[in-house]
């Protein structure tokens, strides 16, 4: 049985995620598993070295994708908890952007959890992130959301 | 324009001005470097649709037409269809692809 999301942490963060508190946030008695999942700022990006990065984003509709991302995950797995938390601004080399931890009974739901949380996320979460690089700054290459379709009938007369 | 918006809003009643309706547009990532600014109000005629809110940026704008493609939209922080109408008061945010995590 699942948790219900409200026992789930989901933040936006301006500092260093704790990825310690995340952890201790799902660990339950009834929990076999903790899987976690920590995505870092990498030293290059199709071969030109990163000076470092610099998020930004919508940051109602990021929490709000964030909260229905957990939601699907307890929805879909034998999960016990999620937590995800993002950070935003610049950061370093090495530094963590981005860690989710979920923890289940058992540990096949946890790794499939925790994979299907962080693909949805760079998917369908508004984060952009812009590159710096010695000789200038890109945003990244990203992913469109999908979106629902455009029909004549939701057209509503004036 | 903005100035005006008392007399255009959804409490009004018959006006001789031409009626408008407003809605707060945001802009992230790149748009925003483009336009040059992350929010703005704006009046537009009621029965516009988010197509239609892009058109007068692009009017102002005409280099904004080029990332249409490549955008999505939203409608108070849900992703929404470009037909979609808008309404009072709406917050309507066009978003380039995403690229958290």
């Given at each position: 049985?699942?948790?219900?999301?409200?026992?789930?942490?989901?933040?936006?963060?301006?500092?260093?995620?704790?990825?310690?508190?995340?952890?201790?946030?799902?660990?339950?008695?009834?929990?076999g598993a903790?899987?976690?999942?920590?995505?870092?700022?990498?030293?290059?990006?199709?071969?030109?070295?990163?000076?470092?990065?610099?998020?930004?984003?919508?940051?109602?509709?990021?929490?709000?994708?964030?909260?229905?991302?957990?939601?699907?995950?307890?929805?879909?797995?034998?999960?016990?908890?999620?937590?995800?938390?993002?950070?935003?601004?610049?950061?370093?080399?090495?530094?963590?952007?981005?860690?989710?931890?979920?923890?289940?009974?058992h540990r096949a739901?946890a790794f499939?959890?925790?994979?299907?949380?962080?693909?949805?996320?760079?998917?369908?979460?508004?984060?952009?992130?812009?590159?710096?690089?010695?000789?200038?700054?890109?945003?990244?290459?990203?992913?469109?959301?999908?979106?629902?379709?455009?029909?004549?009938?939701?057209?509503?007369?004036? | 324009?903005?100035?005006?918006?008392?007399?255009?809003?959804?409490?009004?009643?018959?006006?001789?001005?031409?009626?408008?309706?407003?809605?707060?547009?945001?802009?992230?990532?790149?748009?925003?470097?483009?336009?040059?600014?992350?929010?703005?109000?704006?009046?537009?005629?009621?029965?516009?649709?988010?197509?239609?809110?892009?058109?007068?940026?692009?009017?102002?704008?005409?280099?904004?037409?080029?990332?249409?493609?490549?955008?999505?939209?939203?409608?108070?922080?849900?992703?929404?269809?470009?037909?979609?109408?808008?309404?009072?008061?709406?917050?309507?945010?066009?978003?380039?692809?995403?690229?958290?995590?």
């Open positions: 049985m699942s948790t219900p999301p409200s026992s789930d942490l989901i933040l936006l963060v301006r500092n260093v995620i704790d990825a310690d508190a995340l952890i201790n946030h799902v660990r339950t008695a009834g929990d903790i899987v976690t999942f920590d995505g870092c700022v990498r030293n290059q990006s199709h071969g030109r070295r990163t000076l470092y990065l610099d998020y930004e984003a919508y940051e109602s509709m990021a929490l709000a994708k964030m909260r229905e991302i957990a939601a699907e995950v307890h929805a879909k797995f034998p999960i016990d908890r999620v937590a995800v938390a993002h950070r935003l601004g610049r950061l370093e080399i090495g530094e963590t952007s981005v860690f989710i931890a979920v923890s289940a009974p739901a499939d959890a925790c994979r299907f949380a962080i693909d949805t996320l760079k998917r369908s979460v508004p984060i952009w992130k812009k590159e710096y690089f010695e000789d200038g700054a890109v945003w990244a290459d990203g992913e469109l959301p999908p979106v629902p379709q455009d029909t004549q009938s939701r057209k509503r007369a004036s | 324009m903005l100035a005006d918006h008392r007399a255009a809003g959804y409490n009004s009643s018959v006006s001789s001005i031409t009626p408008s309706i407003q809605v707060k547009v945001l802009f992230f990532g790149r748009l925003k470097e483009v336009v040059g600014g992350a929010e703005e109000l704006v009046d537009i005629t009621p029965g516009s649709s988010i197509e239609d809110l892009f058109a007068t940026f692009v009017a102002r704008q005409p280099e904004l037409a080029r990332y249409r493609r490549s955008l999505v939209a939203s409608r108070n922080q849900e992703f929404a269809a470009w037909s979609t109408p808008l309404q009072p008061g709406d917050e309507i945010a066009f978003l380039p692809p995403v690229s958290g995590g």
